[in-house]
């Protein structure tokens, strides 16, 4: 009885141990097959060389976005106060040297012209009738009729009656200027750029009433920090891009580097000079300059 109790016992210990190593081979199986399914395929990796943009002292390239503007420019303003009568351009017209461009009304200025003329006349007329009394004095001076003093008192008379006629004509030639004045005109070829001032307004002298670009070179600054101020150098060349000019590049060289910070910005200003803008570069147009 114990013999076959015993035996019974061996079998379902057996079997037991089976089903174990049964399960663990499956379960073996399984978890390689999940993990070549989790794997994940080796990347390629390609190494290619670098190679910095070279500056012009053999160090990396410094860029810096730039604004196109001209070289010289001015506000437009009478010499004279008065009332804005014409305005003969707008923003954005371009003006020829000589042209008109604004008037001031001329009333006051012609009467002052009239006033101051006829002053001049009248010290004209002075000036003869003492240069008259001074020839009859100095004839009958040589001839021992009148006295000394008397000549003296004719000689002094004509000197301030030639003061007063140099007087009068330089305030008449004062009084023609401020007419003239009373008309702005422009003294270069150029594009207006601003109106500061509107027809019918009173205007001070040296108010200004229009923002004028002067033609011909043009410049692109930017605003350089102190950190790369060493790197830059007057007639250092530059190649400049525009976004709104996609595709070309344009040659520059270095005109003018400030020589004090912004006390804002703490940044130097510089500017440099575009060899051929040509037609397509506008004041006023972004880029970045390399």
């Given amino acids: 009885m114990n013999i076959a109790t015993n035996s019974a016992a061996v079998r379902r210990v057996t079997s037991v141990a089976s089903w174990v190593l049964a399960a663990v081979a499956i ?3 399984l ?3 999940r993990g070549k399914l989790a794997s994940a395929p080796p990347a390629l990796v390609v190494a290619l060389p670098v190679h910095p943009d070279a500056g ?3 160090g990396a390239a410094i860029r810096y976005p730039i604004e196109v503007a001209a070289r010289y420019s001015n506000p437009m303003s009478f ?3 008065g009332k804005l009568i014409e305005r003969s351009v707008r923003i954005g017209d371009t003006v020829k040297k000589g042209q008109v461009v604004a008037r001031l009304d001329p009333i006051d200025a012609r009467k002052q012209v009239t006033s101051a003329q006829a002053a001049l006349d009248a010290a ?6 003492a240069k008259q009394q001074l020839d009859r004095d100095n004839a009958q001076a040589a001839q021992n009729l009148i006295a000394a003093n008397q000549l003296e008192q004719t000689q002094d008379a004509f000197s301030t009656a030639q003061a007063g006629r140099e007087q009068a004509a330089a305030q008449l030639v004062v009084a023609s200027n401020n007419l ?3 008309t702005l005109v422009a003294g270069h070829d150029g594009v207006i750029t601003s109106e500061n001032a509107d027809t019918g307004q009173v ?3 040296g108010q200004a009433v229009y923002g004028f670009a002067w033609s011909g070179d043009i410049d692109v600054t930017l605003d350089a920090a102190e950190s790369d101020l060493g790197r830059i150098a007057i007639g250092q060349t530059a190649s400049v891009t525009f976004p709104a000019l996609p595709g070309r590049h344009f040659d520059a060289h270095v005109r003018e580097i400030t020589p004090a910070a912004d006390p804002s910005s703490r940044t130097y200003r510089v500017k440099l000079t575009l060899a051929q803008p040509g037609q397509a570069v506008r004041l006023g147009m972004t880029g970045e300059a390399t």
């Fill in 203 to 205: 205007v001070t002298a």
């Fill in 180 to 182: 003239q004045y009373n």
């Fill in 79 to 81: 010499r004279v106060p």
């Fill in 27 to 29: 379960g073996s199986i």
């Fill in 31 to 33: 978890g390689c097959q």
């Fill in 56 to 58: 012009a002292a053999g």
């Fill in 124 to 129: 004209e007329h002075r000036l003869l009738f």
